[in-house]
């Protein structure tokens, strides 16, 4: 099932409202279930990392999770559609 344009509008809307810190975290505790945010915030470290240039198997290790998933998110930091480098470089990380 395709959802509609707009939602994904609506959605990219919201985030935009978001103006620091403490909303982007009433949002998110509200939106996502606490697994998805965890997925998040370890997908944010793993890019982090990635990008610093650290190795995907010191990467895995240290944050508990598999080589695929390592792998995945470099595929995306290298191919995705920018947003990861976009947010790292606006972030200076």
């Known amino acids: 099932m395709t959802l509609p344009d707009r939602y994904y509008k609506e959605l990219y809307e919201l985030l935009c409202a978001v103006k620091n ?3 982007a975290k009433m949002l998110l505790q509200d939106l996502l279930t606490p697994q998805e945010l965890d997925s998040l915030a370890e997908r944010w470290q793993e890019v982090q990392a990635l990008a610093k240039g650290e190795a995907q198997r010191s990467i895995a290790k240290r944050l508990g999770i598999s080589i695929s998933k390592i792998t995945r998110g470099s595929r995306v930091l290298k191919n995705g559609n920018g947003g990861f480098g976009y ?7």
Do not use: V
């Open 21 to 23: 810190a403490k909303e």
């Open 87 to 93: 947010f790292l470089r606006k972030m200076k990380k």
